[in-house]
Structure formats: structure tokens, C-alpha cells
């Protein structure tokens, strides 16, 4: 795995003392917690309006049912994105469940992606248990994405409660676009870099950004500063992603659940592979000759290709660009006045997001 | 083809001398005319914000491009729910391009909705051209009908100007819970002709009601005014697919430009269909054995499915329900004053939706 490779830009005494040394054993962040108590049953709510087979289906995709159809009192994932939106409404003075018609709606747009993108890429798992379109199968699946994403902009209240679906409508498309650019990815040549990172910032940033700027929106920030919460999200989700890239090449198979060199076995062009094929250096080359092979990597060739990546300069383009975009989100809220509590639980959330191995 | 089945309720002189006989030739009503004058640049405003593949395929599903991507300067289709949009704004005091947010996010869903669903149906061809996902692949005609949900959303405008955006969400669960019955039905044994008309009513009804409660709230009416042209179109919508589902049957093949019985070929549970096969008369026995049997239908057999049909009650029924809907429809706006001219306009497209046969 990566040695620490980042860490959030200001580190203060309540988050240091709380962090255990080398992500190992990290404690749940307030921030999550705070999520996987008020995301059940708003999500819930949610579900229960539509039509019972579509109901079903998305409860067991966001994991407040079971495959039964009985209520589980959880939700799938780390909920990390519903956790921004409640603490950015906190950090902008309102009151966490201000935020929850916000991070309803990222957590079923955030879902509702996931179904559609498991058809698109025919992945047939996903948390260890069958996909929806694997279960339910095509058709249904592609409704019950489409169900998701209009009860996530109904999830946001009525017209005189909501501040700013036009925002979600907008990330949407952002979203689109980035998973529209990775299928192209996929089968044509490698991108430019700058190509992989509009990528990423519509696929993994746009959401984060909309996460944090709804949350603000519902905690009343105004405007400009729900902008800069916006722009804090979007640059933490490319840092993310990145770190997730890195993760993807370097990780532990026992942290990252995921076999050895998985991005890699996969000849996935993921950013720090780009910035190694694109670096004109002698690595590149070799490295572009080794992607080009067909059939299953051997580990030699799983390790080779991963020393080429570091060689062509890949792996530290990618570390250095997520300590740029970190330090580049905070940077966006440098002139916001956040409380010390809503700060350091934000603090918390953020190094929470950005050392972990899991 | 089915004899002049019902007439909209308040005939008035103006309609009655536009209206030509028997259907035929009948004139292009003006709210259509606008339809077309005012939505092609707005739906190509619109889809100028996607990543150029997403615009291209979103710009070839609406017809606002060619196949090679040229603007066409129109769009395809009927344009009936902009068209009832405008009219409705209209026919609230406001004028027709207050409703073309409105107007341009009902025909966005539509055209969402038909290319998720020609690719659950798994439909090759639509207006004589290759459906979405027959042409760029099911990935990414996912991904556009994803695209044209997000900007529905984004044209109704900024949050100051939208009055509505959480009808069209509602508008979106009822679609889906509408096409997910529709899915279940073809799997399973004949649905409850109350189901089968809960369905009408989701797949048909909830955006024409849509269109016309949007257009109304973007004419500035006032709520209750505004539910009641979203009853209005509702009803509309019914009598409309009522009468779809007749001509799927009894529909002259050279105005349907669809082969002789094809609703019947394809074994379709229509509402006909369904009203006959749940009336317990000795002709529901016969049709169900006909229905049970497997592969395509010869002529004498057509002739006979058709015939049973109508001797169980079920073409009398769906002419009765429709007539019934089309009144219901018009006395939800008794109350409401509409401008003569704007009352005119809306009888005239009313009766072009009715008593059609392309």
C-alpha cells in the first residue's frame, strides 16, 4: 500500500489525537456516524413511495433491505458523501438534519449511477453479493436507476424548502459526462491527462462538490459560499480518486479487498497509468508495449508493470497532483468562518476519506 | 380502423370548421404549429451543454440532428405534450414561451423514457431509423437517456424561475412504477383490468398531466388551477392510450403504419385485451386458449382474436372508458376561466389527439 502519501492540509490537535498512527484501525468519524444514523430511515422513506418491485430493488441496492425485502435498519457503503453534505450544513451554522433531504439525494444519485454503471461495465458483483441487473436483470435494472435518480431530486422537498436542484440536475450531467469519457477510454487509446482528470472530476469529483455544496445550500449558507463548499467537494473527490488509483496499483489485497494489481490486470487506464503512458519516457514505451499484450498478466509482468508506472514518474504524479488538490480545497474554504466543532468533525471526515486503506 | 369512437366534450363552432371530416387530412392544430416553431432551439440549447457524444446521440433520439450530426431545424415526433404544455400556460393568462421550460422537460423524459425502454423491449427501430441503443450500443444509450432526465431538470431553469420541478420528479415515479407494471405483465398472467389501467395511467397519463399541470404553474396559475389542468391531463392521457390501444387492433395499417393486428401478434395485454379476458363470458375463454398459444398468428386467427374481443366487451369497454376519461378531463376545468382563443387552441389539439390515425 502507499506510505501515507498525503495528509489534509490543516491538521489540528483534536484530529491528531483522535487518528491512530497509519490508518490502521482508524475510529468511525463523527461525520459517518452521524450519517448511519439519519440515512435509514430517510432513505427508507424515500423507497417506500414507489411501486413495490422497484421499492424492493432499491432497497436492497442501498442496503436498507435485506435480500428478503426486510428492513435492515443500515445502509450500504461509508455513506461518505451523505456525511459531507450533513457537515458542511453544520459548518455553514445550520443544524445537521437540515442537511438530510441533501444527503438523501447524493446517496440515491451516487446509487442509481452504480446500477447503471454495473450494466454498462456487466460487472455481476458489487459488496459481495449480486448486482441488481445480476439479480433482477436488465430491464428492471436500468428502472430502477432511473426510479433512484427522480427520487433524489424529490428527496430535496418542496419548491419552497429546496434551495438548489437546479445544482443536482448539473451534476448529473457532470456525471454523465465523466462515465460517457470512461467508456470511450475504454476502448479507444489512451487519453491525455487532462482528458483523465475531466474524467474524474465528473465521475468521482462532480458528486463530492454537490455533496458538500446542497449541504451548505441546506444548512443557509449563502450563495458564494455554498460555491466554495462546491468547490471544496469537488477537488477532495479528485484527490480521492486518485489516492483510489494509486490503491488500485499499490494497495494491500487485505485492505483493498480486491486481488493484487487488480486496476492493472484489468489494463485499466486509470491516472497515474496515463501519466506513466504519456510521460515520453523510456518506461512509457515498455509500458505501452506491455498494455498492449492481451491475456492474463503473470505476477512478473503485474510487478514489472507497476515499476514502469513508478519509473515513467506516474506514481508521483498522482500523489503530488491529490496533495495539490487537498491543499487546494482548503484552500477554497480559507475565508469561510466554521465553528471549531463543525471544523475539526469536517477535518476528521477529510483525513477519513484520504488515508484509509479500505 | 375504429369509426369516430368519441369526440372531445365541448364542441364548439371554431373546431367544427377546422376540423375536417372523418379524421382525414385533418389540420395541423396550432398548438402543435408552436410546438414546432418553439422547441427545437430550446431542446438544441439544452443538449449544447452534454460532452459532444452524449449531445450527438440526445440530438439524434429528439431529431434536432440528422445521423451525421447536422442540425435539422425541427424535432421529431407529434410534439402533443410541449404543445399542451404552451397551450396550457396560455389558457392561464400567461403567454406561450413562459411554458417552454416546461415544454422542453416533458419532451426531454419522453425521449428518455423511450430509450431506456426501447432498450428494455428490445426494440431495433423507431420512426424508420435505428433505435438509440442499436446504433451506439446499450452502455452508453443508458447513459443518454441518464442525460436527458439531468437536463429535464436543468430546463425548467434556476431555482427562482422553476415553480415545479418536484411534480416532474413525481411525474418520473409514476412513469417508472408505470413501465415497471407494464414489464411484469408481459411475464405474467393477465393483470386486474384496474391494474392494467394503473398502468395506463403511470406509462401515458402521468406526463401528459405533467405537461399541461407545468405548463399551467409556468403561466403563472395558481396551484389548484394548476392541479386541475394536471387532471385534465391526466384523463387526456388515458382516453388517449385507450383509444392507442383500439387501433392496435382495429387500426388501419396505412394510418398506423403498423401491420394488420400487430398489438394482437405480439400477444400484447392491452386494456381491450384485458377487459375481455377478465369479463367471464364464454368469448374470454376462447381468446385466453387463443392467447396461450405460441407462435405467430395466421390470418383466420387474427380475424378471430380481434373478433373475441368485441364479443367479449372489450372494444366496447375501452371506447366507453375513453369517452368517459375525455369527459372527466374537460369537467376538471369547468370551473376555470380560459380565454376564448386559448379555450379554441386547446379543443382543437384535444380533438387532434382523439380522433387521429397516425
Known amino acids: 500500500m502507499i506510505e501515507s502519501p498525503v495528509s489534509t492540509a ?3 490537535a483534536a484530529t491528531e489525537t483522535r487518528r491512530t498512527p497509519a490508518h490502521a484501525g482508524m475510529p468511525v468519524p463523527r461525520g459517518v456516524l452521524h450519517a448511519r444514523l439519519l440515512l435509514p430511515p430517510a432513505l427508507t422513506y424515500c423507497i417506500d413511495r414507489l411501486e413495490p418491485r422497484l421499492r424492493d ?3 436492497y441496492q442501498l442496503g436498507v433491505h435485506d435480500e428478503h ?3 435492515t435498519g443500515s445502509a450500504h457503503g461509508k455513506l461518505i458523501r451523505p456525511a459531507f453534505a450533513l457537515l458542511c450544513a453544520k459548518a455553514c451554522g445550520g443544524e445537521l438534519v437540515d442537511a438530510v433531504p441533501a444527503a438523501v439525494a447524493v446517496e440515491l444519485v451516487h446509487n442509481a449511477s452504480l446500477v447503471h454503471d454495473d450494466i454498462m461495465d456487466g460487472d455481476r458483483e458489487r459488496r459481495h453479493r449480486p448486482t441488481v441487473w445480476a439479480r433482477y436483470g436488465i430491464p428492471m435494472a436500468i428502472l430502477a436507476g432511473d426510479a433512484m ?3 433524489a431530486f424529490e428527496a430535496l422537498g418542496t419548491p419552497e424548502r429546496r434551495p438548489a436542484d437546479h445544482h443536482l440536475a448539473r451534476t448529473l450531467r457532470e456525471l454523465m459526462a465523466g462515465q460517457s469519457r470512461d467508456l470511450r477510454f475504454e476502448r479507444l487509446g489512451a487519453p491525455s491527462i487532462g482528458e483523465c482528470i475531466d474524467m474524474i472530476e465528473g465521475k468521482t469529483g462532480a458528486l463530492l462538490g454537490s455533496a458538500c455544496r446542497l449541504g ?3 444548512g443557509s449558507a449563502p450563495t458564494p459560499v455554498a460555491e466554495a463548499f462546491g468547490r471544496f467537494g469537488l477537488d477532495l473527490g479528485v484527490a480521492f480518486q486518485l489516492l483510489d488509483d494509486l490503491l488500485g496499483i499499490w494497495g494491500d489485497p487485505k485492505a483493498t479487498g480486491k486481488p493484487v494489481g487488480s486496476d492493472l490486470q484489468a489494463r485499466k487506464k486509470s491516472a497515474p497509468v496515463v501519466a506513466a503512458l504519456t510521460a515520453g519516457r523510456a518506461a512509457s514505451r515498455r509500458l ?7 491475456g492474463p498478466f503473470e ?5 514489472l508493470a507497476a515499476e514502469l508506472i513508478d519509473a515513467a514518474g506516474g506514481r508521483a504524479w498522482a500523489r ?7 491543499d487546494a480545497a482548503w484552500q477554497h474554504l480559507a475565508a469561510v468562518d466554521i465553528p471549531g466543532e463543525a471544523r475539526n468533525d469536517l477535518e476528521e471526515l477529510t483525513t477519513f476519506l484520504i488515508d484509509r486503506e479500505w
Request: net charge positive; proline share 6%; with cysteine.
Open 69 to 71: 425485502g426486510h428492513p
Open 216 to 218: 451548505a445550500l441546506y
Open 320 to 326: 503530488e497532483e491529490a496533495r495539490r488538490r487537498i
Open 10 to 12: 490543516p491538521r489540528t
Open 149 to 151: 435518480f427522480a427520487l
Open 57 to 59: 430493488m432499491c432497497g
Open 288 to 294: 505501452a508495449e506491455l498494455y498492449q499484450t492481451s
Open 299 to 303: 505476477t512478473g509482468q503485474l510487478v
